[in-house]
């Protein structure tokens, strides 16, 4: 009498989830290589915002699980995340090599946000400058300077509008 043959197997509804287990551990562990790569070489602030952005997408987009898998506080990672979305002077800074400084170019992005055209103007200056002054506590000055033009312009408008007749 002839041997059945096996039924095939029925595939498990598991299955798929498991595959997915396994390739998002490969992920991360090739994450976490490249991540050791980066910081033994001494990266620049936009090639670890670069690396933490591909794994923000590989947690889900959850910022807490990235500041707790790297072990550094929100605003660490949120400041080097913010490196991938800078406007157009403010990126000049890091293109062209003027400065890695990262809250110098946080500085000058607040500076652009209010008024580019002066960010322009700003980052011309630090071009020429380079290391010759300090270049944070210049724009500092620029950015408490446009935020108190700000608040007086504010200020006046609230005036204006309580004198207006109706």
Request: aromatic content about 2%.
């Amino acid at each position: 009498m002839p041997m059945p043959m096996p039924r095939p197997k029925a595939p498990h509804p598991t299955d798929n989830l498991a595959d997915g287990v396994l390739a998002h551990q490969h992920a991360l562990h090739q994450l976490h290589r490249e991540q050791r790569l980066i910081r033994s070489r001494n990266a620049s602030n936009l090639e670890v915002a670069k690396l933490l952005q591909v794994e923000l997408e590989a947690f889900g987009g959850s910022l807490m699980a990235l500041c707790i898998r790297n072990r550094k506080k929100w605003p660490w990672v949120s400041k080097r995340l913010s490196l991938l979305n800078l406007p157009e002077q403010t990126r000049r800074l890091i293109d062209e090599d003027i400065t890695a400084d990262l809250e110098l170019i946080l500085t000058v992005r607040v500076i652009e946000q209010m008024n580019p055209e002066l960010a322009g103007k700003v980052v011309d200056a630090l071009s020429v400058e380079r290391g010759k002054s300090n270049a944070r506590e210049l724009v500092r000055e620029i950015r408490d300077g446009l935020k108190a033009q700000a608040r007086l312009e504010a200020h006046l408008a609230r005036r204006l509008e309580g004198t207006r007749p109706r």
